[in-house]
């Protein structure tokens, strides 16, 4: 025989269908979007660790006051502790998005676009390499420097 605790539960359960149903429809749809919740951030979590590996991103950077050559390049390949090296130019910037307004830039300047060994870069638009007098922008830098990207007529 059920205890009259539970025989209370099962007559509120039973008197109140709609109720009844409506709760148990609330609990499936929470535990539906928490299951999509926590399977879209596992997905997440792969594909941007892949996304990041594809770059080769560098764990190190070698600043100098003075210009180097390539052979200093190709020397920092050899080591045993480098697995590649990347030489780049760093300039920077400023660029004014409006009356008195001014934004900084730090522009990078790479020598052989289809030679780029660590923190790779593709276009999304445009011609690839670009040609000279044309810079590759950071999409997320767009809204900063208050531009847009080019559309070609």
């Given at each position: 025989?059920?205890?009259?605790?539970?025989?209370?539960?099962?007559?509120?359960?039973?008197?109140?269908?709609?109720r009844?149903?409506l709760?148990?429809?609330?609990?499936?749809?929470?535990?539906?979007?928490?299951?999509?919740?926590?399977?879209?951030?596992t997905?997440?979590?792969?594909?941007?660790?892949?996304?990041?590996?594809?770059?080769?991103?560098?764990?190190?950077?070698?600043?100098?006051?003075?210009?180097f050559?390539?052979?200093?390049?190709?020397?920092?390949?050899?080591?045993?502790?480098?697995?590649?090296?990347?030489?780049?130019?760093?300039?920077?910037?400023r660029?004014?998005?409006?009356?008195?307004?001014?934004?900084?830039?730090?522009?990078?300047?790479?020598?052989?676009?289809?030679?780029?060994?660590?923190?790779?870069?593709?276009?999304?638009?445009?011609?690839?390499?670009?040609?000279?007098?044309?810079?590759?922008?950071?999409?997320?830098?767009?809204?900063?420097?208050?531009?847009?990207?080019?559309?070609?007529?």
């Amino acid at each position: 025989m059920l205890a009259s605790r539970w025989h209370k539960v099962l007559n509120d359960l039973w008197g109140n269908k709609t109720r009844t149903l409506l709760i148990v429809l609330s609990i499936a749809v929470g535990l539906f979007a928490l299951g999509t919740i926590v399977s879209a951030r596992t997905i997440l979590d792969v594909e941007m660790a892949k996304s990041f590996a594809a770059i080769h991103p560098s764990s190190g950077t070698v600043r100098t006051q003075e210009l180097f050559d390539e052979g200093f390049v190709q020397s920092v390949r050899k080591m045993a502790e480098v697995a590649d090296a990347d030489a780049r130019r760093m300039i920077f910037a400023r660029i004014q998005v409006g009356p008195g307004e001014w934004n900084t830039l730090i522009i990078f300047a790479v020598d052989d676009y289809d030679d780029i060994r660590v923190n790779k870069i593709w276009p999304e638009t445009g011609a690839w390499p670009p040609p000279e007098g044309q810079i590759l922008i950071e999409r997320a830098a767009l809204p900063v420097i208050q531009a847009q990207v080019a559309t070609s007529s």
